[in-house]
């Protein structure tokens, strides 16, 4: 089909609800069999360029774009649904569709060599400059370590770009800007530059870099490297629009580097970002910066007028609550100012032990962290209140080693959940946080192991399905080698999953390569006998080797001696115990899938 396009049904079984009378009773029934038989979800599948542009055939180790569309055919399509997928390597010893993914649904996990396409990657930096990409859902030893990587500089910044599924570095020695995504080698985004910096994410993939000598960098693949001279010296990105601080102004950006607000600030320490929803009206957007000891904003939709509230001390940094409501100002001393935008004052001042050096966003609440690495806290929105004490959930991360540098980012939203990770560098461990931390005063539940160095930088990378429309699903992949791959996915409701092939040019293997093929022949009196046969069907004769037999239901297990006669089939006949059971071969450096019997 034009443009990757491919269209499955997935069928759920429907009861059909019979009505009682006599007149038009066979018409009735027809029509509900029919509906109970008709598929309540339509899905289109499109591999694409990562920009989206249609591709004809995946390449090896390059990102491509799988998007899925479901369409609720009887009604509405839930807002409930979130499809999961992964890629699998294909073989004729595949369970059914439908069966994989219950399995996964039911393990979290795919088959061997399978691409995950679900949950979340962590990019962690260190502290001797080595990247490491882990996935928090496998932490047994090392397993949960995805690809490494050591540079022969320390890197300056480090984001996640989820739209083109990598983790993007900045190199001020080196003047370059490079990526590294899961199953690739580095690649060099742009080269020749002046001592890159701080990074934002670029809504449309990508980076919005700080160069050394001010400049305003677009880093962005397939596009021409764009470079505003506008003196910028720090960045800020929300949605599809960036604030950024120059030597004498402030600026409001769109993604094409169009400038939609500019404000003299002579004195701006720091900014940050309010942005309402990515190509819609700007009525949400705001652009609010620091200087001298209060707060300036400017509402997109009053870009004339600055509201100035004081603040009746001086902060290093800022930060606004994604719904707008608060900015919290702090740094440069251990008092934080929680100011009400709405009321346009401060409603409350928070002390600290230490200097409070991070602050990310929860849905509701704001996760707060400290220069000494010690201590974090959970701030709820919702128990703010003028005037009176704050209520903060506070949590002990057991520093007991030098305090983490300035450049260090340790807060990872955990997005789609509504979780935030906290990251001890002295422990090497990430741990979980969420809003009810706020209120409820337990210690997080659930941690994850960082290896590779002392943490410096943490990120987390977004590769499952992500909603861009409605019903519209989208994630970017990669496949390690040319073979025949399939795409699963699963509404996670009943039994509404498919699988289609993936696109690729794949190296003809000779039948003879491939693995051979255990069968079962009726049991007799004197026992079961098994039929192995090659890749390419034809019986493996005169065969010595192992069958290595398991019980799936109970904990007995079996190594016996084989032979085969001239038709393939082992002599003498086996003796075993009720299945479900297992049975590998092991036959003169011969392959064999392994063979289940039900």
């Known amino acids: 089909m034009p443009g990757g396009w491919l269209t499955t049904r997935s069928l759920l079984v429907a009861v059909a609800i019979c009505c009682g009378g006599t007149a038009g009773a066979q018409d009735r029934q027809s029509q509900q069999n029919d509906q109970a038989r008709r598929a309540p979800l339509e899905a289109h599948l499109r591999f694409a360029a990562p920009d989206g542009s249609p591709i004809a055939k995946v390449t090896p180790g390059q990102p491509f774009r799988v998007e899925v569309t479901l369409q609720s055919l009887t009604g509405a399509l839930s807002r409930e649904i979130a499809p999961m997928a992964w890629i699998r390597p294909a073989a004729l010893s595949d369970l059914p569709c439908t069966e994989t993914a219950a399995a996964y649904r039911a393990t979290g996990t795919g088959s061997a060599g399978s691409v995950d396409l679900n949950g979340l990657l962590i990019g962690m930096l260190s502290e001797d400059a080595s990247l490491t990409i882990l996935d928090p859902e496998r932490s047994i030893g090392t397993a949960n370590l995805i690809a490494a990587h050591r540079f022969d500089e320390r890197p300056a910044a480090m984001i996640a770009d989820d739209v083109a599924g990598r983790f993007i570095l900045s190199l001020p020695d080196a003047g370059q800007v490079v990526a590294l995504a899961p199953m690739s080698e580095i690649a060099v985004l742009a080269d020749g530059l002046y001592q890159p910096a701080q990074m934002v994410p670029h809504p449309e993939g990508g980076a919005w870099v700080v160069d050394g000598g001010g400049d305003l960098l677009a880093v962005r693949d397939n596009a021409p490297l764009l470079r505003l001279p506008i003196g910028a010296r720090r960045i800020a990105g929300a949605g599809d629009r960036l604030a950024v601080l120059a030597a004498d102004q402030v600026a409001l950006l769109g993604p094409s580097g169009n400038v939609l607000i500019r404000h003299e600030a002579a004195d701006a320490r ?130 007991d080693g030098p305090a983490p540098g300035q450049d260090t980012a340790l807060l990872a939203p955990l997005q789609p959940e509504d979780q935030m990770l906290v990251v001890s560098a002295a422990r090497y461990t990430g741990f979980v946080l969420n809003l009810g931390h706020g209120t409820s005063g337990k210690p997080p539940m659930e941690s994850i192991p960082l290896r590779g160095g002392t943490p410096r930088i943490v990120r987390a990378l977004d590769r499952g399905l992500r909603e861009e429309t409605t019903g519209r699903f989208a994630t970017i992949a990669r496949v390690p080698m040319a073979a025949r791959y399939e795409l699963v996915v699963s509404a996670g409701i009943g039994q509404a999953s498919f699988c289609a092939p993936v696109p690729m040019d794949v190296p003809v293997t000779p039948p003879e390569a491939l693995p051979g093929r255990v069968a079962a022949v009726e049991a007799d009196a004197s026992g079961l006998r098994l039929r192995l046969t090659d890749g390419a069907g034809r019986p493996v004769a005169e065969a010595r080797g192992h069958l290595l037999i398991t019980s799936l239901s109970g904990n007995w297990r079996n190594r016996v001696t084989f032979k085969t006669d001239g038709d393939g089939f082992t002599v003498p006949a086996l003796k075993l115990p009720t299945p479900p059971l297992a049975i590998i071969v092991e036959s003169d450096g011969r392959n064999f899938d392994p063979f289940v019997m039900e």
Request: aromatic share 6%; charged share 15%.
């Open 270 to 399: 720091a900014i940050a970002l309010l942005a309402s929803d990515p190509g819609g009206p700007d009525h949400g957007t705001a652009l609010a910066w620091l200087s001298g000891a209060g707060l300036s904003i400017i509402w997109a939709d009053a870009p004339d007028k600055a509201i100035h509230i004081p603040l009746g001390r001086q902060h290093a940094d800022l930060a606004i609550s994604p719904e707008g409501r608060y900015a919290f100002a702090y740094g440069d001393g251990v008092e934080m100012s929680v100011i009400d935008l709405s009321l346009g004052r401060v409603v409350q001042v928070v002390g600290s032990a230490s200097v409070i050096a991070e602050i990310g966003f929860l849905e509701g609440a704001a996760v707060l962290r400290t220069a000494d690495g010690a201590l974090s806290g959970v701030m709820d929105l919702r128990m703010i209140k003028p005037g009176e004490e704050a209520v903060i959930g506070h949590f002990a991360l057991g520093n």
